[in-house]
């Protein structure tokens, strides 16, 4: 399998499901500026015509894109997970719930040095409930099912995203935080995370020099 990714970007998670089966993955970096693969220059719109990351290229040679998809296609078939028809709803629930209130509506806008101060406000409000909501969701729980499953290696991903965003303090949602500190912890994050970073670094470095 490839994984098209950008450092520190939401296709971490897949990095993280991948790492977490021990599979053997190649994991090519898009430059999220430039839209070309860092490597060979190539342009990532003939892989992805949105040009966003996560995108992957499967044992088949087919690709596919969204994270939704992607993770559920690494669970089944990487994982090779079998979920009861009742985890697997739930699996859903959670990978949408994280794509749209989460990530997509909420954290990835506020990342956008172009958002509107307006907006801003607007989505820090709104955004409010939504983490209300997953903090009485996860308290007294390990991981988002009943054991670590791809919506955590999702999940743990945007979370991490809080650092750059001053007005969402996880600390107004401790069940959040602490649930999002013991990701963190998880090897297959730990892993992902420094590495990541470093790549990120070097992505900052590029650009500035450019
Ligand atoms: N709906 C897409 C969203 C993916 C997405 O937001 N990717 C971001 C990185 S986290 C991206 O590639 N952004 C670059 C851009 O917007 O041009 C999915 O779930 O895969």
């Not at 791809?150 to 401790?174: G, K």
């Not at 013991?182 to 970073?197: D, F, H, V, Y």
Request: hydrophobic share 45%.
């Amino acid at each position: 399998m490839e994984l098209y990714f950008s450092p520190l970007a939401c296709s971490m998670a897949t990095r993280i499901a991948l790492y977490e089966a021990g599979a053997d993955a190649k994991f090519i970096e898009v430059d999220p500026k430039t839209k070309q693969v860092l490597a060979d220059g190539a342009d990532y719109f003939t892989v992805n015509p949105l040009g966003l990351v996560p995108a992957i290229r499967t044992a088949d040679g087919a690709i596919v894109t969204e994270n939704a998809a992607i993770l559920q296609h690494v669970a089944e078939h990487v994982w090779n997970e079998k979920l009861s028809p009742d985890e697997q709803i739930k699996l859903r629930q959670w990978l949408s719930f994280i794509g749209t209130e989460i990530h997509r509506g909420l954290l990835a806008p506020l990342l956008d040095p172009k958002i509107p101060i307006e907006a801003r406000k607007y989505l820090v409000t709104k955004g409010q409930s939504r983490l209300d909501y997953l903090n009485r969701y996860l308290e007294g729980r390990e991981f988002v099912l009943e054991r670590f499953s791809v919506a955590d290696a999702y999940l743990a991903t945007v979370l991490n995203w809080t650092r750059a965003i001053p007005e969402i303090d996880l600390a107004n949602w401790p069940a959040v935080k602490s649930y999002h500190a013991a990701m963190k912890q998880r090897p297959s994050i730990a892993k992902a995370l420094t590495e990541e970073l470093a790549l990120y670094q070097a992505e900052q470095a590029r650009h500035k020099a450019a």
